[in-house]
């Protein structure tokens, strides 16, 4: 069961970067934050996760605020191929990942 | 490296039929996950396999749905006899260990009980 809630959905001019915001405002000590994204017709794509501290990787970047209630999903240059839905899920390592019905963002040209 | 596979790519079945979909996870992953993901939702989980074990079975409707993992390495998922509701895709996925890490997903059975 879903503990975090997202916006239903968002725009982004291509090329500008996409915030996608996520509030977790009962999240555990030990619980994660997790971001996956659905591109139409394909499987969830995992791009990134953390505890406490920042993260980026090639993909995107992740805030977490310091009382971790919250977070944001960043990618630095929207193109029309992160048109997708994105996934924010909270878990403790080794419990399952509970989907909610996430942010569908359109990047616009 | 190769990522899960998945088979068929679509069905269409008439409610009461049976149906089977196939999954090769990525080599090496010990645990293996089917999703079911109705149109609109996000995906849930129906089974979790490590290796060839189940882990945790307890959304899945056992009255009408079965899966196995023979090996520990493919597993088969079942709906026998399948219902309109049933009509969804169903995802595989698979993982190294259960760590911190994300998982692999595969493309995805669409359904469609007619």
């Known amino acids: 069961d879903a503990k975090t809630t997202q916006p239903p959905s968002m725009d982004c001019a291509e090329g500008r970067a996409a915030n996608l915001p996520c509030n977790h405002s009962t999240i555990s000590g030990n619980e994660y934050v997790y971001w996956y994204r659905q591109i139409h017709s394909q499987g969830p794509q995992y791009i990134i996760h953390g505890l406490k501290n920042n993260e980026t990787n090639e993909m995107a970047s992740l805030i977490i605020t310091e009382d971790r209630k919250s977070s944001t999903l960043i990618l630095p240059h929207a193109t029309l191929r992160d048109t997708a839905v994105y996934y924010c899920i909270v878990r403790v390592v080794g419990n399952q990942f509970y989907f909610g019905t996430g942010t569908s963002l359109t990047v616009i040209p | ?114």
Not at chain 2, 83 to 100: F, I, P
Request: aromatic share 10%; proline share 4%; charged share 20%.
């Open chain 2, 1 to 114: 490296e190769a990522g899960v596979a998945q088979s068929p790519r679509y069905k269409i079945i008439e409610k009461r039929q049976s149906v089977a979909f196939w999954c090769n996870p990525i080599s090496g992953h010990a645990t293996l996950y089917w999703y079911q993901q109705i149109l609109g939702q996000g995906p849930k989980l129906l089974i979790q396999f490590q290796n060839n074990g189940v882990v945790d079975d307890s959304q899945l409707p056992k009255d009408r749905f079965s899966a196995e993992r023979l090996k520990g390495v493919d597993s088969t998922l079942k709906i026998q006899p399948a219902k309109l509701e049933d009509s969804a895709v169903y995802l595989c996925a698979s993982s190294l260990e259960t760590g911190t890490g994300g998982y692999t997903f595969g493309s995805g059975t669409r359904l469609t009980v007619v």
